[in-house]
């Protein structure tokens, strides 16, 4: 008997894959997941749990939302503004002018319902730290402490600060940070236009991602794949990437009819999500890596943007009621790395109990 229902299971979710790789990605649901009337901006997502930033008590503070018991909290509401929400696991990260004069970077455990401060637990940073991004135990933002945008990171285990790019004062600006495993991203001004540049923790080596002509920005990572924005065509933005293994480079955007910018990509797995105004009003398109398809994930007549992908699950902020809320589509796709579906995999467990009848 339970053969047979691990045999079912396998031929259903074979024939689900066949079907999706024929009829392409899909949306099977938007929800409304903020109604306060005020606005909600910045979401951010990790398995079950939307952070964004919140302005419902008169200045931006941080708050969340757990898919699987649909109950929503606050995670900082410290005076003055907190901004720049990013998540992974139980650590929320962000931006936080609460001492006044500058940014710095807070964090809060989930779990233990704990907060502490990343940067201003030092008194040597009388300067702005701003727009954090987390993996792992590694937190990494963009410091001014060099009178120019520099990268640095903080290990939350060690409790070590460590410099990822940095050139000193008076020096070119490094903005926009993204980690993903040992690697870091960024946007970097040092040819006297934006590039990508990016950096291996590991073996403590930078390398250029994309320095082609114009401007590129707002890098984003998954696994081997960065993506980012890219004007190097003159007159509109698309979305690029690159392979950080097979060291090739691809467009993921580049109709010549299409003169509208796109912008912010996110990624996760094989699917990456951006703003795109091509109909006349910002909306949210999507990309599988895996079948090379473009889709629409949301084509409402207001603006969305900010997209963020966790998974078969994009969030995003959008005002058609008024003030900004955060939303959430889900996609037909099974989270796995890198892959739509485990077909080989499956084929080869549906080949071996076939052999045993």
Partial sequence: MKKTLIFIFMVTVLTFAMFSAVMGT???????????????????????IIVWRDNRNGNWDIYGYDLKTKTEFPICTARRQQTQPAIYGDIVVWSDRRNGTYYDIYGYNIKTKTEFAITSSNPSFS?????????????????????????????LRTKEF?????????????????????????????NGNNDIYGYNLKTKTEFPICTAVR????????????????????????????????????????????????TAP???????AWEDPRNGNTDIYGY??????????????????????YCGR????????GDWDIYLSNLDVVCEEHKSLPIDKIMKILEKNKNKK
């Fill in 215 to 262: 401007l590129q920005g707002q890098p984003v990572i998954y696994g081997d794949i960065v993506v980012w924005r890219d004007r190097r065509d003159g007159t509109n933005s698309d979305i690029w990437g690159y392979n950080l293994k097979t060291k090739t480079e691809f467009a993921i955007t580049s109709d010549p009819n299409d003169t509208t910018d796109k």
């Fill in 162 to 190: 460590f410099p990822v790019c940095v050139d000193g004062p008076g020096g070119f600006s490094q903005k926009q940070p993204k980690i993903y495993g040992d690697i870091v991203v960024w946007r970097d001004d040092r």
């Fill in 266 to 272: 996110a990624i996760y797995g094989y699917i990456i």
């Fill in 314 to 321: 994009v969030v995003y902020q959008d005002n058609r009621n």
């Fill in 288 to 309: 599988n890596l895996d079948t090379k398809q473009e889709f629409a994930i949301t084509t409402d007549t207001f603006q969305q943007e900010n997209p963020s992908v």
């Fill in 26 to 48: 899909k949306v099977l649901s938007e929800v409304r997941i903020t109604t306060n009337d005020s606005d909600q901006t910045q979401p951010a997502i990790y398995g079950d």
């Fill in 127 to 155: 300067h702005d730290c701003n727009n954090p991004a987390i993996y792992g135990d590694i937190v990494v933002w963009e410091d001014t402490r060099s009178d120019s945008d520099d990268i640095w990171g903080y290990n």
